[in-house]
Structures are given as structure tokens and as C-alpha cells.
């Protein structure tokens, strides 16, 4: 295994290391939309309740055309309040998909960065054991001709 493989395997991890952190921002950019709805859902619920409250529990001595005409404005309200709510379930719905499948591609690329990682590990074993193989091959050839040189002197 070369040295040159392992400069392009590094280089390769360094860009699924880029990615991994593209689509971390692209997962957190899209929880943060979600919890933006999510947040003017809330809203838009408080203001329909705190608006049925306000004309609904008023005061029985107020003038009774007041009283019409408030109510008139809330029921011409109430369904252009409900449109927009519901829009923003729907906008809720989309968001959590695009959530989900930016998180699915996070998942991905970083299961691509970690096959990455592991190949590197693997080229970096294989050279220590041809390395090894290769001293062990050295120390062997001393050793023999060590021997052959003694035996030689012995006879």
C-alpha cells in the first residue's frame, strides 16, 4: 500500500468530513424552521383563544351594538385565522420532511466519512504488517547469514 493512496484517502475523508458538517448545519437550519412554525402555530392558537375570550366574556353591560359589531369582526376573523393556522400545520408537515430527510442525509454521509476513516485504518494496518514482515524478513536473513558464517568456521 502505497503512501499516495493514503494522501487520497485523507484527502477523500477530509471532503466526506466537509459534507458531514454541511448537512449538520443543513439538519440544525431545519429543526430551527420547524421550531420557527411551530412557534407561530402556538401564537396564532393563542390569539384565536385569547380573541374568543375577549368578545365571548365581555361584560354584560356594554352596549349590545358594540357587542354585535365585535362579534361580527370575530366571526369575519375566525375563518381567515383558521386558514393561516392551517397553512402552518401544513408548512409544520413539510418542514419535518425536509427535517427528515436532511437528517437521513447526514446519516449517509456520515456512514460515508466513517467507511472512509475505517479504509484508512485498514491501509495504515496493512502497511505496519508489511513493514514488520519486512524487518522480520531482515532480521532472518542476518540471522542465516550469521549462522551460515559460523557453521563455515565450525567445519
Do not use: C
Amino acid at each position: 500500500m502505497s503512501s499516495d493512496r493514503i494522501r487520497s484517502l485523507r484527502v477523500l475523508e477530509k471532503l466526506r468530513l466537509a459534507e458531514v458538517d454541511k448537512a449538520r448545519i443543513q439538519v440544525a437550519q431545519s429543526l430551527q424552521v420547524e421550531k420557527n412554525i411551530q412557534l407561530e402555530i402556538a401564537k396564532k392558537e393563542k390569539d384565536i383563544t385569547e380573541n374568543a375570550s375577549f368578545v365571548y366574556d365581555n361584560p354584560a353591560g356594554e352596549a349590545s351594538s358594540g357587542i354585535q359589531a365585535l362579534e361580527a369582526s370575530y366571526r369575519e376573523w375566525l375563518p381567515k385565522a383558521k386558514d393561516i393556522l392551517e397553512k402552518l400545520q401544513d408548512d409544520l408537515k413539510v418542514a419535518k420532511e425536509n427535517t427528515e430527510a436532511r437528517r437521513s442525509e447526514l446519516i449517509r454521509v456520515n456512514a460515508s466519512h466513517e467507511a472512509v476513516k475505517s479504509l484508512i485504518e485498514s491501509e495504515l494496518q496493512e502497511i505496519k504488517i508489511a513493514q514488520e514482515r519486512k524487518q522480520q524478513a531482515e532480521i532472518d536473513d542476518i540471522s542465516r547469514t550469521q549462522f551460515l558464517k559460523k557453521r563455515r568456521n565450525i567445519v
